[in-house]
């Protein structure tokens, strides 16, 4: 398993900049933004796409830090009920996609989306109870939704060879392991999930269980190294389900933190143990959205952390055992 970083916090510096300080780090993979929520600060995906001698010097950058790249990130909602910004989360996708299987990246970190909750609605509905009946109708009508576009998403993807990472996160159809799952059944095997435990967390799911769910699916592309604290002072009063601002830290339920900050180092050695029991070998992306700490500091605490809890070497032989 490699240690790896989404570099879109630092996004304000020039490309060789933030290699070149994340190399420093002991970093060995990069995730990179190509379009949506994460931006393109790093990597300009409409210049470099079908151009192979700008792809060449893109990779010749990352490789001279001694760094490879572990996916390309478009996080977006394809599915919106407003057509033109569906539409270019689209392209976004498919274009990072096509750019992924040009360079050899073999995979590609989203959202599911969020449909509308009917035919004429104007804004995405996120569904979280059957009840009253409509809610369960209307969920009803956002798999179809959904179906339809990621079943033709999973061919192109398919047919380049790269596989989808799907960050499961609530306020998007696909929030938790099951509608994981539901999906790639609707779809095919190269959808599967960008394990992100930070969004798990507050919903009470296990994350180690929810690891093993999807291992046993072989249905884990990708994941992310994200911590979430829960402040229970705030959460016996109004729960989880918390609309305020991620800027107003005292009044909230619960923050994104940095790694050890949330939950021990002992914890995070149990998800990085889990991972390999389930056959996971790839890269452990940090992505920092710590508000209590500036992105530099936050990264290197979590690279501080994850350099101990992390495997460097592949499993010997069980000779006790033999």
Not at 62 to 74: H, N, Q, R
Not at 112 to 141: K, M
Not at 285 to 294: A, F, N, Y
Request: one cysteine or more; a negative charge.
């Amino acid at each position: 398993m490699k240690l790896g970083v989404l570099t879109v916090p630092l996004g304000d510096q020039p490309i060789d900049d933030a290699l070149a300080y994340l190399s420093e780090l002991g970093v060995e993979a990069v995730e990179f933004g190509t379009g949506g929520y994460p931006g393109s600060d790093h990597l300009d995906r409409s210049g470099l796409l079908d151009d192979p001698e700008a792809q060449g010097a893109f990779l010749d950058t990352v490789a001279e830090y001694d760094l490879e790249i572990s996916a390309l990130a478009t996080h977006n909602n394809p599915l919106h009920p407003d057509e033109s910004r569906a539409a270019e989360a689209d392209r976004e996708l498919r274009e990072t996609v096509d750019l992924a299987a040009q360079m050899g990246v073999d995979t590609v970190t989203c959202f599911s989306g969020l449909p509308a909750g009917g035919p004429n609605d104007e804004v995405p509905n996120w569904i979280t109870a059957p009840w009253p009946t409509e809610h369960r109708e209307a969920h009803e009508y956002q798999w179809t939704v959904a179906e339809n576009y990621w079943s033709e998403l999973a061919d192109l993807a398919d047919r380049q060879g790269v596989d989808i990472a799907i960050e499961m996160h609530p306020n998007m159809l696909v929030y938790e392991p099951h509608g994981l799952l539901e999906l790639r059944e609707r779809t095919n095997e190269r959808l599967g999930a960008n394990f992100d435990p930070s969004h798990l967390y507050w919903q009470g799911i296990d994350v180690t269980e929810a690891i093993r769910l999807l291992g046993d699916h072989d249905a884990i592309h990708h994941a992310h190294a994200k911590d979430t604290k829960i402040y229970e002072s705030q959460a016996r009063e109004k729960g989880v389900l918390d609309t305020t601002s991620y800027t107003e830290e005292a009044d909230r339920s619960w923050l994104f933190r940095s790694i050890g900050y949330g939950h021990s180092e002992s914890h995070w050695k149990d998800i990085v143990s889990t991972l390999r029991m389930v056959g996971y070998e790839g890269a452990l992306s940090i992505e920092h959205e710590d508000s209590l700490t500036s992105a530099t500091e936050g990264l290197e605490k979590a690279v501080d952390v994850l350099s101990r809890a992390l495997f460097t070497t592949e499993p010997g032989d069980a000779y006790w055992a033999a």
